[in-house]
C-alpha cells in the first residue's frame, strides 16, 4: 500500500508541475508564459519529479506508435501518408521541448548553483534519449537553440549533430554520477539512487546510437565493441536478470490523477476494449498450428502469449463458430489476394485482433477483443480466459513503460555480431537465445498474478519451462538449418517479441535492417510509401518560420540509408 500510495503522490506532482512549469513554454507563439513558476520559486526536486513523469509519458506515447507500425500493436490506416496528422504530435512535442527540456534547463541552473550533480545527470541521460528519440521519427529537430528565452524561433539541427550532441551529454552524465554530490534527488522513479545502474544505462544508450547510426558512422561498430568489451551496460551478466532494466513503473489509482497504464486504461473500461491487438504479432506467438491448449505444447508456441494478451472469449467467428456479420464483418469476407499466406481477420481459440491496416468501423465488440494481458500493461492473466473484464480486473494497471531491458540489450548484441563485415551467426545465436531466455524470465517473475499460470500448468505436470524451452530447440534448429536472411528474420521476430510494451526501437531495426521480411502487409494492397518518419508537428510548422514541413512521411532520417519506399522494408 505504501509503494502505491508513493506512486499516486509523485505522479499527482509530477502531472501539476508539468502543467504549472512548463505549460505552453515551447509553443513558439509565445515569448513569456506567466503561468511558469520563476527560477528562484522552484524546487530542483520537484522538477526532477516531473521530469521523471513527463519522460515516462513521452516513451509510452513514440512507443505505442512505433509498435503499431511494426505490427506489435494494431496500426489503423490504410493510407501511410493519411494515417498520422501534423497535429497528431503536437501534445508529444510539446511535453519534450516544454515539459523536458524545459524544466531540464531549469534544473540544471539551479543545480550548478547547489552542486546538485545527480539532477542534473539524469536530466543529461532524459535528455539524450529524448532527443535522438525525435530523430528517430522526425529527423532534423531543434536542440541548440531550443528553450533559449533570447529565441523565439529556434532552427533545427541536423539529426546527425543532435546525436553526436546525445552522446556527449551521456559522457558528461556518466562523469556527473561518478561525483559526489552536494544533496541527491528526493525520489528516482527509475533506479531508487543507484548511481552505478544510472552508469550502466549510459553506456547502454551509448551503444543504441552506436548501433542506430552504424549505416552512416563506419566507426559505430567499433565504438559499440569497446563498450561490450568493458562491461559496464545494461546486461553484461545475465545472471543479473531484470536487476538493471531501466522502466517506470505505474500505479492503480483511477482519478486526480489516473496513473494506471496507459494501455490498461484503454483496454480495461466499463465498455470493454477500446483498442486491438495485432493479429500478426499474435499469430506469430502462437505458433504455426494456433494450438493453445494447456496439455499440448504445439508447434512454436510462445508461452508469454498468455502474459501478453487476455483473451474475453474462447470463440472466433469464422474460425470457432461460424461467421458473424455483427461483431466481426470480416468473417464473412474472403481475404483480400495479397494476404495469401498471411493470417487474416481474426485468429481461432478467441484471440480476436485486428490486420494491420484495418480502419473499419468499430461493431459491438468491446468485451469480445483480446485485452493486453500482465505484462506490461498490468492487466489480467490469460488462466480465466473467456470472461469480460472491466476497470478494476486483473492488476489494476499497475504495470510498466520498458524503455531499456537487458533481455533487448541482448538483441543488440546480436545484431553488431551479424553486422560485422564476416557476419559472426554462432556467437549472434548465444545472444538470441540469451535474449529470449531474460525475456521469459523477466515476464514469467512479473507480478504475483502469473503464478496463477505457473499453478495452472502444474495441474498437467506441465510449466512454463517446458514451454520455453521447446521454443528455443525449435528456434536454435531453424537457426542452425536456415539461410543467412532466415536468421535475420529469427533475430527480427524474437527482439520484437522481447520488445512487446515499446515499439521505438523495433521501428528503428525495422528501418535500419529491413527485417523481418515476413511482416502482415497492409490490409489496403496500395497504402503508399511506408512512414520513414513522420510530418512535424502543426504547432512546431505553424508557429515557426524555422520550421518547414517535410514533403511526405517517405522522408528518411540521417541514419537510415536503405532504399526508398516502397519497396523497403519489404512488408509494407
Same mark, same amino acid.
Given at each position: ?27 513558439? =507563439? ?10 528562484? +520559486? #522552484? ?10 513523469? #513527463?519522460?515516462?509519458?513521452? &516513451? ?58 545527480h539532477h542534473i545527470a539524469m536530466g543529461k541521460v532524459i535528455t539524450a534519449y529524448t532527443m535522438m528519440t525525435l530523430v528517430d521519427f522526425f529527423g532534423d529537430v531543434p536542440y541548440s537553440e531550443a528553450v533559449d528565452d533570447d529565441i523565439l524561433f529556434p532552427n533545427p539541427d541536423s539529426g546527425a549533430d543532435v546525436y553526436a550532441a546525445a552522446i556527449t551529454l551521456l559522457d558528461e552524465a556518466i562523469d556527473n554520477f561518478s561525483d559526489t554530490a552536494l544533496a541527491e534527488p528526493e525520489h528516482d522513479l527509475y533506479y531508487g539512487g543507484d548511481w552505478d545502474k ?47 532494466? /531501466?522502466? /517506470? ?25 477500446? *483498442?486491438?491487438? #495485432? ?8 505458433? =504455426? ?17 498468455? &502474459? ?17 456479420? +455483427? ?55 490469460? &488462466? ?7 476497470d478494476g480486473d486483473g492488476d489494476g494497471g499497475n504495470g510498466i513503460t520498458p524503455i531499456m531491458l537487458a533481455s533487448w540489450v541482448q538483441f543488440m548484441i546480436a545484431e553488431y555480431y551479424m553486422a560485422q563485415p564476416t557476419p559472426d551467426y554462432a556467437n549472434a545465436k548465444t545472444y538470441v537465445m540469451n535474449g529470449i531466455e531474460l525475456s521469459m524470465a523477466k515476464v514469467f517473475s512479473f507480478s504475483p498474478r502469473v503464478q496463477q499460470l505457473h499453478d495452472f500448468l502444474a495441474n498437467f505436470n506441465l510449466s512454463t519451462d517446458d514451454y520455453k524451452n521447446g ?5 536454435? *534448429? ?61 504547432? #512546431? ?28 522494408? +519489404?512488408?509494407?
Amino acid at each position: 500500500m505504501k509503494k502505491i500510495n508513493y506512486i499516486k503522490i509523485i505522479l499527482f506532482l509530477g502531472l501539476i508541475l508539468n502543467y504549472s512549469c512548463g505549460k505552453d513554454a515551447f509553443n513558439l =507563439d509565445l515569448t513569456q508564459n506567466p503561468n511558469n513558476l520563476t527560477e528562484e +520559486q #522552484s524546487d530542483p526536486d520537484y522538477l526532477l519529479n516531473s521530469i521523471q513523469v #513527463s519522460f515516462a509519458g513521452l &516513451v509510452e506515447s513514440f512507443g505505442t506508435t512505433g509498435a503499431r507500425l511494426t505490427r506489435i500493436y494494431h496500426f489503423s490506416g490504410r493510407d501511410y501518408d493519411g494515417a498520422y496528422s501534423p497535429q497528431a504530435f503536437n501534445g508529444t512535442w510539446r511535453t519534450a521541448y516544454a515539459g523536458i527540456l524545459k524544466d531540464v534547463k531549469i534544473m540544471n541552473k539551479i543545480g550548478e548553483d547547489k552542486g546538485l550533480k545527480h539532477h542534473i545527470a539524469m536530466g543529461k541521460v532524459i535528455t539524450a534519449y529524448t532527443m535522438m528519440t525525435l530523430v528517430d521519427f522526425f529527423g532534423d529537430v531543434p536542440y541548440s537553440e531550443a528553450v533559449d528565452d533570447d529565441i523565439l524561433f529556434p532552427n533545427p539541427d541536423s539529426g546527425a549533430d543532435v546525436y553526436a550532441a546525445a552522446i556527449t551529454l551521456l559522457d558528461e552524465a556518466i562523469d556527473n554520477f561518478s561525483d559526489t554530490a552536494l544533496a541527491e534527488p528526493e525520489h528516482d522513479l527509475y533506479y531508487g539512487g543507484d548511481w552505478d545502474k544510472w552508469i550502466k544505462l549510459a553506456n547502454t544508450l551509448k551503444m543504441k546510437a552506436y548501433l542506430t547510426t552504424r549505416l552512416v558512422d563506419s566507426d559505430a561498430l567499433t565504438k559499440f565493441g569497446a563498450i561490450l568489451a568493458g562491461g559496464d551496460y545494461i546486461g553484461a551478466d545475465v545472471s543479473d536478470g531484470a536487476a538493471n532494466d /531501466f522502466q /517506470f513503473r505505474w500505479g492503480t489509482n483511477d482519478i486526480n490523477p489516473d496513473s494506471r497504464h496507459p494501455r490498461y486504461r484503454a483496454a480495461y473500461t466499463s465498455t470493454g476494449g477500446q *483498442t486491438y491487438q #495485432s493479429n500478426s504479432f499474435m499469430d506469430y506467438m502462437i505458433g =504455426d498450428d494456433n494450438d493453445t491448449a494447456y496439455n499440448s505444447l504445439g508447434n512454436n508456441f510462445d508461452p508469454r502469449t498468455w &502474459v501478453y494478451f487476455y483473451r474475453q472469449t474462447l470463440e472466433t467467428p469464422g474460425h470457432d463458430t461460424g461467421p458473424d456479420e +455483427q461483431t466481426l464483418e470480416c468473417s464473412l469476407i474472403p481475404p483480400p489476394q495479397h494476404y495469401t499466406g498471411y493470417a487474416y481477420c481474426a485468429l481461432p481459440h478467441g484471440f480476436w485482433g485486428r490486420d494491420h491496416g484495418n480502419d473499419n468501423g468499430i461493431p459491438p465488440d468491446g468485451f469480445l477483443r483480446t485485452l493486453f494481458g500482465v505484462y506490461p500493461a498490468g492487466g489480467e492473466i490469460d &488462466v480465466f480466459q473467456g470472461e469480460g473484464k472491466e476497470d478494476g480486473d486483473g492488476d489494476g494497471g499497475n504495470g510498466i513503460t520498458p524503455i531499456m531491458l537487458a533481455s533487448w540489450v541482448q538483441f543488440m548484441i546480436a545484431e553488431y555480431y551479424m553486422a560485422q563485415p564476416t557476419p559472426d551467426y554462432a556467437n549472434a545465436k548465444t545472444y538470441v537465445m540469451n535474449g529470449i531466455e531474460l525475456s521469459m524470465a523477466k515476464v514469467f517473475s512479473f507480478s504475483p498474478r502469473v503464478q496463477q499460470l505457473h499453478d495452472f500448468l502444474a495441474n498437467f505436470n506441465l510449466s512454463t519451462d517446458d514451454y520455453k524451452n521447446g521454443l528455443i530447440a525449435n528456434l536454435d *534448429t531453424a537457426w542452425d538449418a536456415g539461410t543467412d536472411e532466415d536468421k535475420w528474420n529469427i533475430w527480427a521476430r524474437q527482439y520484437f517479441v522481447a520488445l512487446f510494451g515499446n515499439g521505438i526501437d523495433a521501428y528503428n531495426a525495422y528501418r535500419r535492417t529491413g527485417y523481418p521480411h515476413d511482416l502482415q502487409p497492409n490490409l489496403e494492397p496500395n497504402p503508399g510509401p511506408f512512414i520513414r518518419s513522420f510530418y512535424y508537428p502543426a504547432n #512546431s510548422v505553424n508557429n515557426n518560420p524555422n520550421m518547414n514541413q517535410k514533403p511526405g512521411v517517405d522522408t528518411q532520417v540521417f541514419w537510415d540509408t536503405n532504399p526508398a519506399s516502397p519497396g523497403f522494408p +519489404q512488408s509494407n
